[in-house]
C-alpha cells in the first residue's frame, strides 16, 4: 500500500490542523493505521493508531485529549486532528499502514508502509 500524507503548516500555539494520509494500492480497510511524529534530533514517537475497522483507538500520552484520528475506508484515507497546539507538537508527522500480526500498535517496527512525512510547525 502506498501512503501519501498532507496538510502539515505552519499554526500558532493553541490552533489546530487536520492531518490526511491518502492510501492507494492495496486494500486499506484491511490495515490498522498509525501517526507518528519526529522532531528534530528525536526518536520517531507513536502518536495515534486506528484499527482497520475504526473500532479501537490509540493514543501517545503527549497527545491523549488533544488529538484524534479517524478513518474514512471509502475515501481510503486517515486523518490527525491536532488541537490545542503546543510548539512542543512541532515535528515531521509521518502514516503508517500496520502489519497483519498481532504486534504492539505503539512500535515503529509494527508498521509495514510509511508515507513520506509532512511537517507541522508550532509557533509559541
Known amino acids: 500500500v502506498q501512503l501519501q500524507a498532507s496538510g502539515g503548516g505552519l499554526v500558532q500555539a493553541g490552533g489546530s490542523l487536520i492531518l490526511s494520509c491518502a492510501a492507494s494500492?492495496?486494500?486499506?480497510?484491511?490495515?490498522?493505521m498509525g501517526w507518528f511524529r519526529q522532531a528534530p534530533g528525536k526518536e520517531r514517537e507513536f502518536v495515534a493508531h486506528?484499527?482497520?475497522?475504526?473500532?479501537?483507538?490509540y493514543y501517545g500520552d503527549a497527545v491523549k485529549g488533544r488529538f484524534t484520528i479517524s478513518r474514512d475506508n471509502v475515501k481510503n484515507t486517515v486523518y490527525l486532528h491536532m488541537n490545542s497546539l503546543k510548539s512542543e507538537d512541532t515535528a515531521v508527522y509521518y502514516c503508517?499502514?500496520?502489519?497483519?500480526?498481532?504486534?504492539?500498535?505503539?512500535?515503529?517496527?509494527?508498521?509495514?508502509?510509511w508515507g513520506q512525512g509532512t511537517l507541522v510547525t508550532v509557533s509559541s
Open positions: 494500492g492495496r486494500t486499506f480497510s484491511n490495515y490498522g
Open positions: 486506528i484499527s482497520a475497522r475504526g473500532d479501537m483507538l
Open positions: 503508517a499502514a500496520k502489519g497483519l500480526s498481532s504486534s504492539s500498535v505503539y512500535l515503529k517496527s509494527s508498521y509495514a508502509h
